[in-house]
């Protein structure tokens, strides 16, 4: 069945580093795929997406890129910041949303 | 922008209560949807809706109920409360295809 696997956290990195968070799903067919993120406290917002192979999406310095070969939509940004800290979930499906359990990122000053 | 409101914010209730939490949406989305997030489980689509009328059920639909009158509002019934249904619930609306669902800022239910 569709299933997305995502890394488990907690993840813990200083301000300026370097941040990946894997992401890997199976599904039929060729779904649209998103990282939403969730502050404490709010509802999810959508972060990027991206709907065909090889599409990047970008967005406040995040990028995953849709890899249908390794049905894969890894999270990355060169240069966190504290206020990047948060709960980050990738997902697809449309309309209808297939989620991974969310990746719980902390970034120290 | 109001975009997507629930109601309440936090309840707590009884087993064997019902209630009812409201969702409505001021962006004429067709879809609109519901989900319950929990520790180590990311969100888990319970019932959907593809536009006034029409509903159908998610991924783990058993205990809950739901109807759409209007394309705004999309309630969830909880009709007997059990332990098992503490959680947090968000609703979420979007247009079809392979639009961008968005979420509400959830609501947190316990049951004791």
């Known amino acids: 069945g569709n299933s997305v696997t995502q890394m488990e956290g907690p993840v813990t990195l200083s301000e300026e580093a370097f941040l990946t968070i894997n992401c890997t799903y199976t599904?039929?067919?060729?779904?649209?795929l998103f990282w939403y993120v969730q502050y404490p406290g709010e509802g999810l917002q959508l972060l990027l997406k991206?709907?065909?192979?090889?599409d990047k999406g970008s967005n406040k310095g995040f990028e995953a890129t849709y890899r249908k070969e390794t049905t894969s939509f890894h999270l990355e940004k060169g240069s966190v910041q504290v206020s990047d800290s948060a709960v980050y979930f990738c997902?697809?499906?449309?309309?209808?949303?297939?989620f991974g359990t969310g990746t719980r990122l902390t970034i120290i000053p | 922008n109001a975009g997507v409101t629930q109601t309440p914010k936090f309840q707590v209730l009884k087993t064997g209560q019902s209630m009812t939490l409201q969702c409505a949406q001021d962006?004429?989305?067709?879809?609109m949807s519901w989900y319950r997030q929990d520790p180590g489980m990311g969100l888990r689509l319970i019932h959907y809706?593809?536009?006034?009328?029409?509903?159908d059920q998610g991924e783990v639909p058993n205990g809950y109920n739901v109807s759409r009158s209007t394309t705004e509002d999309f309630p969830l019934r909880l009709l007997s409360a059990a332990p098992s249904q503490t959680s947090v619930y968000f609703c979420?609306?979007?247009?079809?295809?392979?639009?961008?669902?968005?979420f509400g800022d959830g609501t947190r239910l316990s049951i004791l």
């Open positions: 599904a039929t067919g060729y779904p649209s």
């Open positions: 979420a609306s979007g247009g079809r295809g392979n639009q961008p669902q968005h």
């Open positions: 962006m004429n989305h067709e879809y």
């Open positions: 991206a709907t065909k192979a090889d």
């Open positions: 997902s697809f499906g449309n309309e209808k949303l297939t």
């Open positions: 809706s593809v536009g006034a009328g029409i509903t």
